[in-house]
């Protein structure tokens, strides 16, 4: 009985089949057709869901209103735009906001007197270094230990600079922008969407307050005396202080290219080396005509240019209308949010040398690490303690002769911030 049921189902699915196939497209295209027109609908109106959402939950509609953004929640919106909305183009932005401050001589001689960005022996390790410092401001709630010890050591490892008048003031704000500007610069142009006023305002509202923290004096901005009204206002001038110390700081010089041939290597890292030249394009093409000439840089080829951004559209169009927005449980964060026993921090993601990322067997032996072995490149726990298998303190991160140096300095500078770093407005 079961073996005769079998063939009769057998033959119905057969007829079945046959039947769809010779009703042709008559059945099956409306549906191809509807898919096909409401997939794109359905994605964009998710994609714009994160967005509204922000608008929805702070209370900031109106300029009025955004002269009132406090601390934590511009913090929170920029969280969002960094592990979530656009997390890739925002690390490239932060990442080249560095570079491009090789384009000023004398941010660059010092670095080379320092050896630390020029010298290879040094340069992966310091990348890495003030990658974490900058991830731990930008990750971690303004009030937080960590935001304020990695503020705290990014200003007690400038410290000895700025005294001796080695690291101008007039550099420090100019470093200052390029992390504030270069995120909304590069999402602009390269993103699927532009950011909102009320984006614009939390990243100009938590680097002012960043700045506050580190020292940095406004003075040569126009309201630098009498305070600003917002952080939109606050990246304006900002802006257009910094595009005149360019035109005049910005200017060729071999020290300019030395140091950025250094971070260049970092950035081409994970790349095979038949495909650098490609690549050391790829950087070029990401310059303007000033950083360039400053750099000492030939301009990327004509066919190079036309691929990168045919390629960029491409991601930029295929983002807006085919995939789905990023859910938080696969948000990009670029460290492990707890301290683990020894109260330690590991790197989760890296693309240069596996510094500070913990040596698990996936670390080790999945994808990512299977690819960096092929290119002949160490993998987390190599060689020893060379790469800090065992993580970070964030009071030590820096250069190895300043590790175990400034911890008074350090918690002196956490108790000033408990008095004025308390997660408000940092304008009023």
């Known amino acids: 009985m079961d073996k005769a049921t079998s063939i009769v189902t057998s033959v119905w699915q057969s007829q079945a089949v046959q039947a769809v196939l010779d009703a042709g497209p008559r059945h099956w295209l409306p549906y191809a057709v509807a898919l096909a027109m409401g997939y794109p609908i359905l994605t964009r109106s998710l994609r714009y869901r994160r967005l509204k959402a922000l608008h929805s939950k702070f209370p900031y509609r109106t300029r009025e209103d955004m002269a009132r953004m406090t601390d934590d929640d511009a913090f929170e919106i920029q969280k969002a735009i960094a592990q979530l909305e656009f997390p890739m183009i925002f690390i490239k932005a932060l990442q080249f906001a560095l570079f491009r401050t090789y384009g000023i001589p004398t941010i660059s001689h010092l670095l080379v007197q320092t050896s630390q960005f020029s010298n290879p022996e040094t340069s992966l390790k310091r990348y890495t270094d003030t990658s974490t410092l900058v991830a731990e401001m930008v990750g971690n709630r303004p009030t937080s230990h960590r935001a304020y010890a990695s ?31 270069q995120p909304i610069r590069f999402i602009d142009r390269f993103e699927w969407r532009q950011l909102s006023d009320l984006e614009r305002c939390a990243i100009g509202t938590f680097w002012k307050s960043a700045g506050d923290a580190l020292d940095v004096s406004y003075a040569k901005l126009p309201s630098g005396a009498t305070g600003f ?66 750099m000492l840089y030939d301009p990327p080829s004509p066919f190079v240019s036309t691929a990168i951004s045919s390629i960029l559209f491409l991601r930029k169009w295929v983002l807006r209308h085919l995939c789905l927005p990023r859910p938080y449980a696969l948000r990009k964060a670029p460290f492990t949010e707890n301290l683990d026993e020894n109260g330690r921090v590991f790197v989760t993601q890296w693309d240069a040398a596996p510094y500070y990322v913990k040596p698990t067997f996936w670390n080790r032996w999945g994808p990512t690490a299977l690819f960096t072995r092929v290119l002949g490149l160490p993998v987390p726990g190599d060689e020893g303690d060379k790469y800090y298998p065992e993580g970070y303190q964030i009071e030590d991160v820096g250069p190895t002769y300043f590790e175990g140096k400034g911890h008074k300095t350090l918690q002196k500078t956490m108790e000033e911030y408990k008095g004025y770093r308390t997660g408000k407005c940092p304008f009023h």
Not at 161 to 172: H, V
Not at 247 to 253: G, I, L, S, T
């Open 151 to 181: 503020l705290a050591r990014t200003r007690f490892l400038h410290s000895g600079y700025r005294a001796s008048g080695k690291i101008l003031d007039d550099d420090m704000l100019y470093t200052l922008a390029l992390f504030a500007l």
């Open 229 to 294: 009204k917002d952080g939109i206002q606050w990246l304006e001038e900002l802006e257009v202080w910094s595009e005149a110390y360019e035109a005049e700081k910005m200017v060729p010089d071999v020290k300019n290219r030395e140091t950025a041939d250094q971070t260049t290597a970092i950035l081409l890292y994970i790349l095979p080396k038949p495909l650098h030249s490609i690549g050391l394009q790829a950087v070029s093409y990401m310059m303007d005509d000033r950083l360039r000439k400053a």
